[in-house]
C-alpha cells in the first residue's frame, strides 16, 4: 500500500473535530505562561508573536491541503476547514493581544497605527478579510452560497500575501524561521499559477 | 551654554555595594517607620542624592535579570535571550582601545588603565529602544569626554565614530552563513553630543563590571538617542570630518536615521514612538505603557544642540 492510502485510509478513520481543540492548545499554554509570569522579561510581546507565528503555520497549512492532494495524492481536505477556522482564531488572538495587552486600549494611538503604518496595516487588512470566510464557514453557507462560496473563499490568496508581507516586515532582521515561512509562501501561492498546467500534464501523460 | 560640571563625591560617600543593594528595603523600612523618623535612614541613601537630578531618577530601577537578560546584541544572536545564552566565551580581557582620527594625540588605552583613572560614577539614566521599550538602568562609567580631551581632538573633528570588535570565534552572530548585519557594528555622534555630559562610556551596571551581554568590557550610553545608539564592546574610537557611517542607518535609512534622538512625534515607519512599554512592570496584565518623553526627558539637558535643526528631518 502507498503512503498516500495510508494516509488516506487513516484520515477516514480520524474526524476533524479534535483538531479545534489540538489547534487551540497553543494558544491557551501560551495565555497560561503569561498569566503565571512565565514568559520571560516581555510576556505580552512575546505572546504577541507567538500567536502570530501560529497562524502563519496554520495558514500555510491550510494552503497546503490542495498540492497535497493534487501531487502526492494526500486527501486532508476534511481538516481543511478547521485549519482555515484556526488561522481565524489566531489572527483574532493577535488582535485583540495586541490591542488590549500591548497598545493597553490606546485607541487614538492603535487607530492612528492601524491607519498610517503599513506593517500594522497589512495584519489590519488580513483579519477584516478573513471575517467573511469564517461567518461563511458553515455547511449551511457552504450550500447557500454555491459557487460564491468558491469565489469567497478565494481571498484566502489575498489574505495570504497580506500575512507575508506583515511577517516579511515585522522585524529589522529576518530569523531563519521566518524566512523557511516565506519561501512556503512562495512556493505554495505559486502553485496556484502553475496548477492548471501541472494538472493538464498529470492529465496526458 | 553654560558647561555642567559633575559633582565630586569623596570616596567616603560612595555607598557600600551591600547597602547600595539593599537600599530598597532600606526605603521600605524607612516608610513603615513614619514620617518621624524618616529622615535618618535616608541619610544612608546619599550618593543617590548627591548624583543631581539630571543623573537619577525616581522611576523604579528595571530588575537587574531584565536588564541582563533581555539585549539586542546581535553579535550573539537576533533573539533578545541570545546574547546573556550565547556570550559566555567572550573574553573582554585583556582589551584595548585605539583612539586615532584627528586628534593631537592619537593613544591605545588599556581598559584596566583607563577604568583606574578615571571616576566611575553611577548614573540612573532612562533607556528608550527604538523598537518601544524602555528600562531604568544603573550604569557605572565615565564622561566620554574624559577621554576625548585626552587625545586632544584637533579643531577640524566635526564627529566621532566608534566600532565594535569582530571577533567570530567568540561571537556566534558573527559567525556562519546567516549574517543579519556588516560586521563591524559601526556608530558615531557628533562632537558636541560625544563631549555633552550625559554621554558616558559605561563600564559596568548595578555596581559590578560589566556582563558580555551588555557590552563588556566597555560600551557607550546616550540616554536621550534610541538604544541602538549606544555602541557595545568597543575597540575603536576615530574622530572625523565627515558624519560616519551608522550602522543601522546604512542598514535601512529610512528608519532609522544618524540621530536616533528619542521624539515620540516622529514615528517609526512600522510603529509610533508616541508610547513605550516599560520593561519588567506588571507582567502580563497591567504591563506599563507610558507615555514617551521628547529627548527621552533628557530636553533640558539637551535639546539646545538641536535648536537649529528640522528633527523630523534629520531624524
Not at chain 1, 60 to 66: D, E, F, N, S
Not at chain 1, 170 to 180: G, N, P, R, S
Not at chain 2, 157 to 172: I, N, S
Not at chain 2, 204 to 210: D, I, R
Amino acid at each position: 500500500m502507498s503512503v498516500s492510502s495510508t494516509v488516506n485510509s487513516a484520515v477516514r478513520k480520524i474526524p476533524a473535530w479534535p483538531l479545534y481543540i489540538l489547534g487551540l492548545i497553543p494558544a491557551v499554554w501560551g495565555f497560561y505562561l503569561g498569566a503565571t509570569n512565565q514568559l520571560g522579561t516581555d510576556p505580552v510581546k512575546t505572546f504577541e508573536i507567538f500567536l502570530g507565528l501560529w497562524a502563519i503555520r496554520f495558514l500555510l497549512l491550510t494552503l497546503a491541503v490542495t498540492p497535497l492532494r493534487d501531487l502526492a495524492g494526500v486527501n486532508l481536505i476534511k481538516y481543511r476547514r478547521a485549519l482555515g477556522l484556526l488561522v481565524f482564531w489566531y489572527v483574532l488572538f493577535h488582535f485583540l493581544v495586541w490591542l488590549i495587552l500591548d497598545q493597553q486600549l490606546m485607541m487614538a494611538q492603535a487607530i492612528d497605527d492601524i491607519t498610517k503604518r503599513p506593517f500594522i496595516m497589512l495584519g489590519m487588512a488580513a483579519l477584516i478579510l478573513l471575517i467573511p470566510l469564517a461567518l461563511t464557514s458553515f455547511n449551511f453557507a457552504i450550500r447557500k452560497l454555491r459557487k460564491n462560496w468558491n469565489k469567497l473563499h478565494k481571498l484566502i490568496y489575498a489574505i495570504s500575501i497580506l500575512a507575508a508581507i506583515h511577517l516579511f516586515m515585522a522585524t529589522k532582521v529576518l530569523d531563519a524561521e521566518q524566512y523557511i515561512y516565506l519561501a512556503l509562501f512562495v512556493v505554495l501561492l505559486g502553485y496556484r499559477i502553475a496548477r492548471e498546467p501541472i494538472l493538464q500534464a498529470k492529465r496526458a501523460a | 551654554m553654560a558647561v555642567y560640571r559633575p559633582p565630586h563625591i569623596p570616596s567616603s560617600e560612595i555607598t557600600p555595594k551591600d547597602v547600595w543593594l539593599n537600599r530598597r528595603s532600606i526605603l521600605k523600612s524607612a516608610a513603615a517607620l513614619g514620617a518621624t523618623t524618616l529622615a535618618a535612614p535616608l541619610a544612608a541613601c546619599g550618593q543617590e542624592a548627591a548624583t543631581g537630578t539630571s543623573f537619577t531618577t525616581d522611576e523604579p530601577i528595571t530588575p537587574y535579570q531584565d536588564v541582563t537578560g533581555y539585549n539586542n546584541f546581535y553579535e550573539f544572536g537576533l533573539q533578545k535571550t541570545d546574547p546573556a545564552r550565547h556570550s559566555g566565551d567572550f573574553n573582554p580581557r585583556p582589551w584595548t582601545i585605539e583612539v586615532d582620527g584627528l586628534v593631537n594625540n592619537p593613544r591605545t588605552f588599556d581598559i584596566d588603565e583607563l577604568i583606574a583613572s578615571q571616576m566611575i560614577e553611577e548614573r540612573i539614566y532612562r533607556m528608550r529602544c527604538v523598537e518601544a521599550w524602555s528600562m531604568v538602568i544603573p550604569w557605572n562609567g565615565f564622561p566620554l569626554s574624559a577621554l576625548l580631551n585626552q587625545v586632544e581632538p584637533l579643531s577640524s573633528a566635526k564627529y566621532v565614530a566608534f566600532e565594535t570588535v569582530v571577533r567570530p570565534e567568540e561571537m556566534p552572530g558573527q559567525r556562519g552563513f546567516f549574517q543579519p548585519l556588516p560586521w563591524p557594528y559601526r556608530e558615531g555622534l557628533r562632537l558636541d553630543e560625544a563631549m555633552h555630559p550625559l554621554t558616558i562610556l559605561s563600564t559596568g551596571v548595578f555596581g559590578e563590571t560589566l556582563p558580555n551581554q551588555n557590552g563588556a568590557p566597555v560600551r557607550l550610553v546616550v540616554p536621550w538617542k534610541y538604544g541602538f545608539k549606544g555602541i557595545k564592546s568597543i575597540v575603536k574610537i576615530t574622530l572625523t570630518e565627515q558624519e560616519p557611517p551608522s550602522t543601522w542607518n546604512v542598514s535601512a535609512p529610512s528608519e532609522y536615521g544618524f540621530y536616533a534622538n528619542v521624539n515620540p512625534d516622529v514615528p517609526h515607519p512600522r510603529w509610533s514612538q508616541a508610547t513605550e512599554r516599560r520593561i519588567g512592570t506588571g507582567g502580563f496584565f497591567g504591563a506599563d505603557r507610558r507615555e514617551t518623553l521628547m529627548f527621552n526627558g533628557y530636553a533640558d539637558e539637551v535639546a539646545d544642540m538641536y535648536a537649529d535643526m528640522d528633527l523630523t528631518r534629520y531624524f
